[in-house]
């Protein structure tokens, strides 16, 4: 397993895969593993890519760098990780999921069966962005793709469960967004006054939920 | 407590920003020009991370409800301590009753207002900075308006002050920059980030800067997927328009990276407006890395001046 590493900003470090056995799984294993790099105040994860952010008085050097990673890289291998799982109740389809009937129609299924096939697969978090507590969600099965909607909803309310192409997520907070709404959560998945402030991070294991009374 | 008369354009309360939450989607918000916060901070004997206002376009007004001190610095406004005139660089005494008045910023986009003791909001994950996009942080995650009450401390002890006051550092000088990841991948179109003028539109903000100037093209069609981001880096959509992004801006995107500002200059970026024309040059990490610990020292000397 190889990765690259390139200075994105002078003190930000991009890593990305620099071989073909490279898994996505790994970027939050090597993210936790250069919590330990010298002057390093932050690991950000994205689909495809890892950024450490060092503070401006570092002094790496790539070249001192690289062999750090190596080491750390080293020792994912041998890792076996056991990332949390999280199940996530969701008021499927109604008022809460204005789209659920576009999704169906879309796909071929009822609605009825995108709610079991939603609720049946496990996901992975990927990475967080977007807003805060925005989770990218990997495994959503292929037979739910369902395209980004023409127009975007100016607002989409919190907690709405979305699937967005080949992707789902849960919108944290209301804003703007062009996904398929399919149900929504009352689960808090970013409170700026809690600790920790996001209910997920990165490498976290997902479940879906169908409930039926309000939560 | 502080009384807002006039928030001006927009007021903000800010402090060093967030650090350490970029993972969770959280912006660094914070001030733009950290060494100006740092300036008027040191000056009426604050810590560095205490929360003061950043002022942009000038046209604050406020009354002073206790006896405490306060500095400005960054952007130079014509401002009075009601009929006395004030200039950044310097601490003055505020009496119960005083009034602030900020006249337009002309020069300059950004200045900063430091209070003795600091403003003193409920901290949100470890800042006071306004995080404006997600409503949260500063006061009630908003700009200020006028009514607005600030809380801080009263201070009868004068903070130590210096023979000259302190200097606005100068920001019209080209702005440097890093290639970025994808700057292979734009073809010589690219090379006019640095062979000309770019002017910021009016579709600007904490967020970041939207260029005008000729299309950047990429050699190829390029499919990125969402990557972590930076404040200070340029990204280009399909439209061929850079956006220089600000300290507001999400922590993942998904467009071409061409360059980043480099750390040494991002302070410089809070003093152009819309309208104003950026210039850029191109270095190496080995000059940026120079820069920026030139840039550190300017830093620990100033508050150097400060040590008893």
């Keep these: 397993m190889q990765i690259k590493a390139q200075w994105l900003t002078d003190t930000a470090l991009l890593l990305q895969a620099g071989s073909q056995d490279w898994s996505q799984n790994h970027w939050p294993q090597l993210a936790a593993a250069c919590q330990d790099l010298a002057d390093c105040q932050e690991q950000v994860v994205g689909l495809d890519s890892l950024l450490l952010v060092f503070g401006p008085a570092h002094r790496h050097l790539l070249v001192q760098l690289l062999p750090q990673l190596e080491q750390r890289l080293q020792c994912l291998t041998a890792q076996r990780s056991s990332p949390r799982l999280l199940q996530i109740p969701v008021h499927y389809g109604g008022t809460q999921g204005p789209d659920l009937v576009r999704v169906a129609q879309h796909t071929g299924l009822s609605p009825e069966q995108v709610i079991e096939l939603h609720s049946q697969a ?37 907690g709405s469960v979305a699937i967005g192409a080949n992707q789902t997520g849960i919108y ?43 939560d | 407590m502080i009384k807002l008369l006039k928030p001006g354009w927009q007021s903000l309360i ?51 409800e206790q006896p405490g001190y306060f500095a400005l610095a960054g952007a130079y406004c014509q401002a009075y301590l009601d009929t006395q ?54 006061l009630q995650g908003r700009a200020l308006q006028a009514g607005d009450r600030l809380f801080c401390h009263p201070a009868n002890i004068p903070p130590k002050s210096l023979e000259q006051g302190l200097r606005t550092l100068d920001f019209q000088r080209p702005i440097r920059l890093l290639p970025g990841p ?82 040494a200059d991002l302070w410089r970026l809070a003093q152009y407006r819309p309208g104003d024309w950026l210039h850029f040059e191109l270095v190496d990490i080995a000059l940026a890395t120079q820069a920026r610990h030139q840039h550190l020292q300017y830093l620990q000397r100033l508050q150097a001046l400060f040590d008893d």
């Design chain 1, 122 to 158: 496990e996901y992975q978090v990927l990475c967080l962005g977007f807003q805060p507590g925005f989770a990218y969600l990997g495994g959503l099965p292929a037979a739910l793709s369902t395209p980004r909607l023409d127009q975007p909803r100016l607002r989409v309310p919190a």
């Design chain 1, 172 to 214: 944290p907070s209301h804003s703007p967004g062009g996904w398929n709404l399919i149900g929504q959560t009352s689960v808090p998945l970013f409170d700026p006054y809690a600790d920790p402030p996001c209910l997920l991070q990165a490498g976290d294991r997902v479940r879906f939920i169908a409930s039926q009374a309000d």
């Design chain 2, 14 to 64: 800010q402090d060093l920003g967030r650090a350490g939450y970029r993972h969770l989607g959280i912006s660094q918000a914070g001030a733009l020009d950290r060494p100006a916060l740092l300036s008027a901070n040191l000056l009426v004997g604050n810590p560095i991370t205490s929360a003061g206002l950043e002022i942009c376009g000038g046209g604050l007004q406020l009354e002073f």
């Design chain 2, 85 to 138: 005139p004030v200039y950044p660089g310097f601490a003055y005494p505020a009496q119960p009753g005083q009034q602030l008045k900020l006249g337009q910023i002309t020069s300059g986009f950004r200045c900063y207002l430091a209070v003795s003791g600091g403003i003193l909001t409920e901290p949100c994950l470890g800042s006071r900075s306004t995080d404006l996009n997600n409503g949260f942080g500063g």
């Design chain 2, 182 to 263: 994808e700057w292979s991948r734009f073809d010589a179109s690219a090379l006019q980030i640095y062979q000309q003028p770019w002017q910021i539109r009016a579709q600007s903000n904490r967020m970041g800067y939207r260029l005008k100037g000729p299309k950047l093209r990429l050699q190829s069609q390029l499919e990125l997927r969402s990557e972590p981001i930076m404040p200070g880096l340029i990204q280009v959509p399909p439209d061929g328009t850079p956006i220089l992004l600000l300290n507001d801006a999400q922590t993942l995107g998904g467009y071409p990276r061409l360059a980043s500002v480099i750390y």
